[in-house]
């Protein structure tokens, strides 16, 4: 895909990436006012139907959100009846969560718009070009999720440059 205007660098992917997937949330917001949820919930919602029994630290990573703003959004559902809290058997200070019958029925509904919306979106291209789209992008997510993994066990494992600075200022004073 070109810049129309020959001075402007062609879109990145990551410009692209992001375009396609705010375009694609307004667009299921849109078709979706007749769910009696927020877009948010149903993004958890989503999630959690995936992810049985994950805690609330781990869910608010996968839906990109900060702890405490999950955890008010989980309050909000559990006393909606969409979700329950259980105590994790291997941890007594962690919570399991739960979608509920009430919430599994909304999931259909969702995924049904989701494909709608998937398809609109996707118009144009051949099965080929559909399945080779779902193949590449599945591997640029493996990819960062390696790398993200990767990142996250090195910066424990070494300490910041700034620690080390300090560890060293406190041996020469």
Same mark, same amino acid.
């Not at 692209?16 to 375009?23: K, M, N, P, T, V």
């Given at each position: 895909m070109q810049s129309e205007d020959p001075h402007l660098p062609d879109p990145s992917l990551g410009f692209?990436?992001? %375009?396609? #997937?705010?375009?694609m949330r +307004?667009?299921?917001e849109q078709k979706s006012r007749d769910i009696d949820m927020? @877009? *948010?919930? /149903?993004?958890?919602?989503? +999630? &959690?139907s995936r992810n049985e029994g994950i805690s609330q630290v781990g869910l608010a990573t996968?839906? $990109? !959100?900060?702890?405490?703003? !999950?955890?008010r959004h989980i309050d909000r559902m559990a006393s #909606?009846? !969409?979700?329950?809290?259980k105590q994790d058997p291997y941890d007594r200070r962690a919570k399991q969560l739960f979608t509920t019958a009430k919430a599994r029925?909304?999931?259909?509904? /969702?995924?049904? &718009? #989701?494909?709608?919306?998937?398809?609109?979106?996707?118009?144009?291209? @051949?099965?080929? #070009?559909?399945?080779?789209? !779902? $193949?590449? &992008?599945?591997?640029?997510?493996?990819? &960062? @999720?390696? *790398?993200?993994t990767a990142g996250s066990a090195s910066?424990?494992? *070494?300490?910041?440059?700034? %620690?080390?600075?300090? *560890?060293?200022?406190?041996?020469?004073a």
């Open positions: 692209l990436l992001g %375009d396609a #997937a705010r375009l +307004r667009r299921f927020t @877009s *948010a919930q /149903m993004r958890i919602i989503a +999630r &959690l996968l839906v $990109d !959100l900060e702890p405490m703003t !999950l955890c #909606a009846g !969409l979700v329950v809290r029925e909304l999931i259909h509904p /969702m995924r049904v &718009l #989701a494909d709608e919306i998937f398809a609109e979106a996707q118009q144009g291209l @051949s099965e080929e #070009a559909r399945r080779q789209l !779902l $193949d590449s &992008l599945g591997v640029v997510v493996k990819n &960062l @999720s390696d *790398a993200e910066e424990t494992a *070494a300490p910041r440059r700034r %620690d080390r600075i300090d *560890a060293s200022q406190e041996t020469t």
